[in-house]
């Protein structure tokens, strides 16, 4: 029953992402949920995203410590009052709760990247939210 609640919010928290983000900036897998025993009222969420080739995020936050590892093509990143980076394959990019994310996009017009999203949470909490500038 607990990996069924977990299945369920995964997706759940996916379709809410994807409602978020225009249909042609990604494509949002869920991967894996859980709760951290040793964190009260914390989560664990992992996703996979694959930005098409010109693909972009809007501005958002996560709420959440989010770890990005790039799985193939290349992706820019920046969050507020930083340097926006572009990150290759096997490179990985960090946003705190506090941050602002500015820029998310796929670097090519020509070529898709995928990447995999570790999030830690408060439980419950969405896994994104957009922010107006």
Sequence with gaps: MK?????FRAHLAA?????AIPAEAADVKPLFA????DIPGKEARMLEVSYAPGAQDMVHR?????FVYVLEGEIVMQVKGQPAVTLKAGQAFYEGPSDVHVVGRNASTTAPARFVVVLLKAK????????KE
């Design 3 to 7: 990996t069924l609640r977990w299945y």
């Design 15 to 19: 379709i809410l992402m994807l409602a």
């Design 34 to 37: 859980t709760d951290l025993a």
């Design 62 to 66: 996560h709420d959440a410590h989010v």
């Design 124 to 131: 419950g909490a969405p896994v994104l939210t957009p922010v």
